[in-house]
C-alpha cells in the first residue's frame, strides 16, 4: 500500500521524536511491503517564527490531502507571552478544528517491564492498568467563545464559554461505545452533572446512546470521583469517554500510572479513516537537544495510525512488539529509568526499536 503522511515535527523535543517514528515507519514499509511518503509542514511556534501564524493556511491544505498526520509536539517558552490567538497551542487547537477530529483515543496500559516505574502500590499495579481515554477534542470550553475585559466595577475578568450540543455529545460517546467492543466492553461516562448544566446533557445524551449498545456495560461517574479512583482502582476502567477538559487532565493523571507521560501515543479521528497522531506528552523545551526525550510516545502513536487510519494490524502489531523487546531488554530512556537498565537516548531508542522489528514477532 501506498500512503500519504504530513509531518509536524513542530517545536522542542518535537523533530527529534518525529525522526524516530519515521525511522520505524521506513522499516516497517520495507518489511510489509508499503510506501510511505512524507510533506513536512509548519505549525506552532516554528510556524510563528516562519510565517508569522501558528497554524498556516498550507499546512491545513497538506493535511487535508494527506491519509494521516503525525505530529511531535509544539510550544515552548519563547512563545508564552503571546496572545491565545498567537501561542503554538493555537496551531494544534486550530488544526484539530479545521480537521474535525472529534475523537482524541488515549490508550493507558501499563507494560509489564516498567511496573516498577507506576508510583502506586504494587497491590494495586498487580490488577494490571489497561484503560482507553476517549476524549471530546473539539467542543467545550477550549472551542467555545473567551474574552478578557474589566467589568463594570473595574474588576479585570475573563471568560471561557463551556458549551456542548446533542451531535456532539452523541457521536463520541458513539466512538466509546464502539472501541469498548473490541475491548472488554466497559464504558464509564466521565461528567460533573450534580453541577453543570453541560454534564446533564452529556448524560442525557450518554444513556440515549447506551441503549443501543446493550451488549456493553455501562456507569456514570462525577469527574471528581473518577480523579480518585484512577488512583485507587485502576484496573475498575475500560473505556473512559469524557469531555474535552476533563479528558486533557485526566489523561495525563492516566498517563502517570503507566510510569511516564514519555509513554502514551494518541489518535485523533474524524469520521472515516482519517488521523492525527501525537505523543500525549507536550514538547518538553527543558531537555530539547540534549538527547533525553523518550521517543516510545510518538513511536506507539505511529503504531495507532497504522492499526486506525491504514488498517494495518499486523504491522501495529509489530512496532508495539519490537517496543515491548527493547523494554525487555533492558533498554530504559532517562524519564523511564530505573535499577539495572540499560541508559540510552532518544536516537539510541528509535535506533533499538527499528532494529527489533520483524513481521515474525
Ligand atoms: C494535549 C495538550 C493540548 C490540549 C494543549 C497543548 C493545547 O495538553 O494534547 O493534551 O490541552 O489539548
Ligand atoms: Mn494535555
Known amino acids: 500500500m501506498e ?33 510511505f511518503t512524507y ?32 505530529l511531535g509536539a509544539v510550544g515552548g517558552p519563547k512563545w508564552d507571552k503571546g496572545e491565545g490567538k498567537m501561542r503554538p497551542e493555537a496551531g494544534l487547537l486550530g488544526i484539530r478544528g479545521a480537521l474535525g477530529l472529534y475523537a482524541n ?27 482507553l481515554i476517549v476524549r471530546e477534542l473539539i467542543g467545550g470550553a477550549y472551542f467555545g467563545d473567551k474574552r478578557t475585559f474589566t467589568d463594570d466595577k473595574g474588576h479585570l475578568t475573563a471568560i471561557d464559554e463551556m458549551k456542548y450540543s446533542d451531535f456532539e455529545v452523541e457521536r463520541i460517546c458513539r466512538k466509546a461505545f464502539e472501541l469498548a467492543r473490541k475491548r472488554r466492553g466497559f464504558v464509564t461516562s466521565v461528567d460533573k452533572a450534580n453541577v453543570l448544566d453541560t454534564s446533564r ?49 485526566l489523561s495525563d ?33 527543558d531537555i530539547a537537544g540534549t538527547g533525553k526525550a523518550n521517543p516510545i510516545a510518538t513511536i506507539l502513536s505511529a503504531a495507532m495510525m497504522l492499526r486506525f487510519s491504514f488498517g494495518m494490524l499486523s504491522e501495529a502489531d509489530a512496532i508495539e512488539k519490537a517496543v515491548d523487546k527493547a523494554l525487555n531488554a533492558g533498554y530504559r530512556t532517562a524519564d523511564i529509568m530505573s535499577e539495572g537498565c540499560k541508559l540510552v537516548n532518544c536516537t539510541e ?11 515474525e514477532n
Open 3 to 35: 500512503k500519504k503522511i504530513a509531518l509536524i515535527h513542530g517545536d522542542g523535543i518535537g523533530p527529534e521524536i518525529v525522526d524516530e517514528a519515521v525511522k520505524v515507519l521506513n522499516k516497517t514499509a520495507d518489511i510489509f511491503g508499503h510506501k
Open 201 to 249: 446533557l452529556w448524560r442525557e445524551i450518554a444513556h440515549k446512546v447506551k441503549e443501543d449498545y446493550p451488549d456493553i456495560g455501562y456507569e456514570d461517574m462525577l469527574v471528581d470521583n473518577t480523579a480518585m479512583q484512577l488512583i485507587r482502582n485502576p484496573a475498575h476502567f475500560d473505556v473512559i469517554v469524557t469531555e474535552n477538559l476533563f479528558g486533557d487532565i
Open 253 to 285: 493523571e492516566a498517563s502517570m500510572l503507566t510510569g511516564s507521560l514519555g509513554m502514551l501515543p494518541s489518535a485523533s479521528l474524524a469520521d472515516g479513516e482519517f488521523g492525527l497522531y501525537e505523543p500525549v506528552h507536550g514538547s518538553a523545551p
Open 105 to 131: 483515543l488515549r490508550p493507558a496500559k501499563l507494560l509489564k517491564p516498567l511496573a516498577g516505574a507506576c508510583p502506586l502500590k504494587k497491590e494495586t499495579t498487580e490488577q494490571g492498568l489497561d484503560l
Open 39 to 70: 510533506t513536512p509542514v509548519l505549525m506552532g511556534g516554528i510556524a510563528i517564527d516562519e510565517t508569522g501564524v501558528p497554524l498556516p493556511e498550507e499546512t491545513v491544505k497538506v493535511c487535508k490531502a494527506s491519509d494521516s498526520v503525525l
Open 349 to 359: 531508542m528509535g535506533g533499538i526499536i527499528t532494529d527489533g522489528l520483524s513481521a
